[in-house]
């Protein structure tokens, strides 16, 4: 290992990812950026995933392993960046894949500009699908104070609002002006992290790095784009991410979802409600319609969804959000969940909510 840190460190979560993390290491080792460590932390795999992992570290002295309990993907998250010591910061998930020159954009241009975070476009590479496809990011974001990056930014990650919902019923895609919360195809400055001691929330099983995005733009004091795909996003059946989606545990994180955004909002002066309140209204379909399926008990379940719909600004986004016959279906749920309330609608959303899969 070297004596001197390097410029940048890379953080590979891995659980279970013996089939695709050896390309994914590699894919960063070959690139034309060679200042740098990954930091690989094995999360309790029961498969080869820290044989293989083990291997690469032998091979190449770039390459660092830890290895512990099964604790999820932001304990993991949060042990590289305990260890990290690079200048920059990249996350890269372990059955994704790196562009050669992502490094050394990413690098460059917070070095360029002196930005704590540079945000790309990506590619979308599904299991079984003829071809790729390309993210491309919304517009051209070049923020020199964190005033412009809370006005123009973060309300873009943050969720959608009604005014998108208006768009979206005249005919322009729900997230033309949204861009992903995701940690991984973003460039961090290090000191700007620590500066503020952020880490990942362990209780999150789902959406957990927008949260830790939210933090970090909410402090952030420049920032900067590259609106070329050079993270490599692969959706696959069997990934993590989507065994979390429907868990119990990820119905429960919707309320505490809602907390997280709601604390932002405050530390924010109030000025970010607008920006996530058809979200707010998404979410609570998205329960009802989960209810059937999520293995989380009725009782249980009930209460979660109570507890959410009663939220004062869930409901007044409730109260304001608008209809459309553009959607018929989501202007029924709507309307039934004002009608009779989250009290009465339960047997209503066994059947009238499960066609929705509505992302928050």
Same mark, same amino acid.
């Given at each position: 290992?070297?004596?001197?840190?390097?410029?940048?460190?890379?953080?590979?979560?891995?659980?279970?990812?013996?089939?695709?993390?050896?390309?994914?290491?590699?894919?960063?080792?070959?690139?034309?950026?060679?200042?740098?460590?990954?930091?690989?932390? @094995?999360?309790?795999?029961?498969?080869?995933?820290?044989?293989?992992?083990?291997?690469?570290?032998?091979?190449?002295?770039?390459?660092?392993? /830890?290895?512990?309990?099964? $604790?999820?993907?932001?304990?993991?998250?949060?042990?590289?960046?305990?260890?990290?010591?690079?200048?920059?910061?990249?996350?890269? @998930?372990? =059955?994704?894949?790196?562009?050669?020159?992502?490094?050394?954009?990413?690098?460059?241009?917070?070095? $360029?500009?002196?930005? =704590?975070?540079?945000?790309?476009?990506?590619?979308?590479?599904? @299991?079984?699908?003829?071809?790729?496809?390309?993210?491309?990011?919304? +517009?051209?974001?070049?923020?020199?104070?964190?005033?412009?990056?809370?006005?123009?930014?973060?309300?873009?990650?943050?969720?959608?609002?009604?005014?998108?919902?208006?768009?979206?019923?005249?005919?322009?895609?729900?997230?033309?002006?949204?861009?992903?919360?995701?940690?991984?195809?973003?460039?961090?400055?290090?000191?700007?992290?620590?500066?503020?001691?952020?880490?990942?929330?362990?209780?999150?099983?789902?959406?957990?790095?927008?949260?830790?995005?939210?933090? /970090?733009?909410?402090?952030?004091?420049?920032?900067?784009?590259?609106?070329?795909?050079?993270?490599?996003?692969?959706?696959?059946?069997?990934?993590?991410?989507?065994?979390?989606?429907?868990?119990?545990?990820?119905?429960?994180?919707?309320?505490? /979802?809602?907390?997280?955004?709601?604390?932002?909002?405050?530390?924010?002066?109030?000025?970010?409600?607008d920006a996530y309140a058809a979200?707010?209204?998404?979410?609570?379909?998205?329960?009802?319609? /989960?209810?059937?399926?999520?293995?989380?008990?009725?009782?249980? +379940?009930?209460?979660?969804?109570?507890?959410?719909?009663? @939220?004062?600004?869930?409901?007044?986004?409730?109260r304001a959000f608008p209809l459309?016959?553009?959607?018929?279906?989501?202007?029924?749920?709507?309307?039934?969940?004002?009608?009779?309330g989250a009290g009465c609608v339960?047997?209503?959303?066994?059947?009238?909510?499960?066609?929705? $899969?509505?992302?928050?």
């Amino acid at each position: 290992m070297c004596a001197m840190a390097p410029k940048a460190s890379v953080i590979v979560p891995c659980w279970n990812v013996e089939k695709w993390v050896e390309d994914a290491v590699k894919s960063v080792l070959c690139g034309t950026f060679s200042d740098l460590e990954i930091i690989a932390v @094995d999360d309790g795999s029961t498969d080869g995933t820290g044989a293989v992992l083990d291997r690469l570290a032998s091979a190449d002295a770039r390459v660092r392993v /830890f290895h512990q309990s099964n $604790r999820g993907v932001s304990a993991a998250r949060n042990c590289g960046l305990d260890a990290a010591r690079g200048k920059f910061l990249f996350f890269l @998930d372990p =059955d994704d894949l790196l562009e050669p020159d992502f490094l050394e954009t990413g690098v460059t241009e917070l070095e $360029r500009t002196g930005s =704590d975070y540079c945000v790309f476009a990506l590619v979308e590479r599904q @299991d079984g699908a003829p071809g790729d496809h390309v993210v491309p990011l919304n +517009g051209d974001y070049q923020y020199a104070d964190n005033a412009a990056i809370r006005t123009h930014f973060l309300p873009r990650v943050i969720g959608y609002s009604l005014d998108e919902v208006r768009a979206w019923y005249a005919g322009r895609p729900l997230a033309a002006e949204r861009e992903i919360g995701s940690v991984c195809r973003c460039a961090f400055r290090r000191e700007a992290i620590e500066r503020i001691h952020l880490r990942f929330d362990e209780t999150l099983v789902n959406w957990e790095d927008a949260y830790f995005t939210y933090e /970090f733009l909410l402090e952030a004091r420049r920032m900067t784009s590259v609106n070329r795909p050079l993270y490599i996003y692969r959706i696959r059946a069997g990934s993590a991410v989507a065994s979390r989606r429907h868990s119990p545990q990820a119905f429960k994180n919707k309320l505490a /979802f809602l907390r997280r955004r709601q604390e932002i909002n405050r530390r924010a002066g109030g000025t970010l409600g607008d920006a996530y309140a058809a979200s707010c209204v998404f979410s609570l379909l998205e329960m009802f319609a /989960f209810l059937r399926t999520v293995p989380i008990g009725w009782t249980e +379940g009930r209460r979660i969804v109570r507890e959410y719909a009663s @939220d004062p600004e869930v409901r007044a986004a409730l109260r304001a959000f608008p209809l459309s016959w553009h959607k018929p279906m989501l202007a029924l749920a709507v309307l039934a969940v004002r009608m009779f309330g989250a009290g009465c609608v339960y047997s209503i959303a066994w059947t009238l909510f499960a066609p929705f $899969r509505l992302l928050r």
